[in-house]
């Protein structure tokens, strides 16, 4: 059962490193890190910096203020997109998964 958490997790986490992180010049990425640490690329720049975020997201500690909100600035064309991803993933572990592994 940790195994398909385990999978579940790094399925989502390869989505939001397509979906939210912003791949360029490493450089900029830990300057902008550095200065903005709720940024897409400091949340979801690399996949292990998408696994920690998305294991956040699984425990419910503060996901919601901390990674989703900053999110829906405006900047993506469809906000409820970025809701239909998030709150799947935390439906579906938190609830459903994280009951069988616990």
Not at 28 to 51: K, Y
Not at 52 to 64: A, I, K, P, R
Request: with cysteine.
């Amino acid at each position: 059962a940790f195994l398909i958490l385990l999978m579940t997790t790094c399925l989502y986490a390869a989505m939001a490193v397509i979906l939210f992180g912003n791949p360029g010049n490493e450089e900029e990425a830990e300057q902008t890190i550095a200065s903005h640490p709720e940024s897409n690329i400091a949340l979801f720049g690399t996949f292990s910096r998408a696994m920690f975020t998305m294991m956040q997201v699984s425990t419910g500690d503060g996901w919601v203020t901390s990674v989703v909100r900053p999110k829906l600035d405006g900047s993506y064309a469809n906000d409820s997109g970025i809701i239909l991803f998030f709150t799947s993933y935390y439906l579906l572990v938190s609830l459903v998964i994280m009951n069988i592994v616990v």
